[in-house]
């Protein structure tokens, strides 16, 4: 998780935090807010929504690659996006259906992760199809060491992929992994050097761009049948969870010492 420290909402004057470019069947997709590590803004994920719609819709596009560039994938939220929350905004905010637009694409869609893949962009990544990591890579959830917990599924998606143990140990703890223990877990589906990441998802992309598209999205769509009723209704329970401890005094302690820099003192209340 990182602050913005006052950088334009849209990313450090340009218009559009997200890159979007089109290489044949491909959609390329890149969060480009490098002076916050691409942190998670509102900009930021009404944007990654707006393109993956888009490319979802578009007939020629067969798959996508979703990317923070060569040295960070995302940091995690904007502090600053939280700070502002009740329990009842939460719930209901434009970032919040922002993660569910992105979990919802009908399209396979690769997560090419180098550095820092943390809290909300870890759960970015996990809700996509295959993630290749840079042996950069670190993933985590760090939630925990602000008083809260994550709220786009940073407390279930580790699971399927690591079991529930490492579920709990991240979710718990705020452990960081990096590339070749993700890969270990099953958290990363392949590790590469940092220089070869872009080629490495684009090869895979490339694959799968060649397979009957309707096919692929049956795939896709029948190997994401178990997330449905189940997950979704444990997505909106970690959603009210997330909500109810933006109200406590620990979330605003962990936000405010996060800010200025100190350890955080937790009341437990």
Known sequence: MTSSDGAD???????NPVRYEKLNAIAVLQID????RNALNLSVLTG????????????AIRCMVLTGGADVFSAGADIDMLAGHTAASYVVSANRRAFDAIRSTRKPVIAA??????????????????IVAADTAVFGQP?????????????????????SGAQARIAL???????????????????????????????????????????VEAAKS??????????????EQEVALMAGLLASEDAAEGIAAFLEKRPACFKGC
Not at 48 to 59: E, H, M, R, S, V
Not at 200 to 211: G, N, P, R, T, Y
Request: net charge negative; proline share 7%; charged share 15%.
């Open 222 to 235: 029948a190997a994401r049948m178990a997330w449905k009723a189940p997950l979704a209704s444990a997505l």
């Open 113 to 130: 992760v180098a550095g820092y893949c943390l809290g909300g962009g870890c759960e970015i990544a996990l809700g996509c199809d295959q």
């Open 173 to 215: 703890c705020g452990t960081m992994v990096d590339a070749f223990e993700a890969r270990r877990l099953g958290i990363a589906d392949r590790v590469v050097p940092a220089a070869a990441l872009m080629p490495a998802a684009m090869e895979l992309a490339a694959q799968i761009a060649a397979k009957a598209p309707l096919a």
């Open 33 to 36: 807010r490098p002076a916050a």
């Open 48 to 59: 990654l929504a707006t393109a993956l719609a888009n490319a979802d819709a578009d007939p």
């Open 143 to 163: 939630e925990i060491n602000l008083g809260i917990i994550p709220g786009a599924g940073g407390t279930l998606l580790w699971s399927p992929r690591a079991g």
């Open 9 to 15: 909402a849209l990313g450090e004057g340009q218009t």
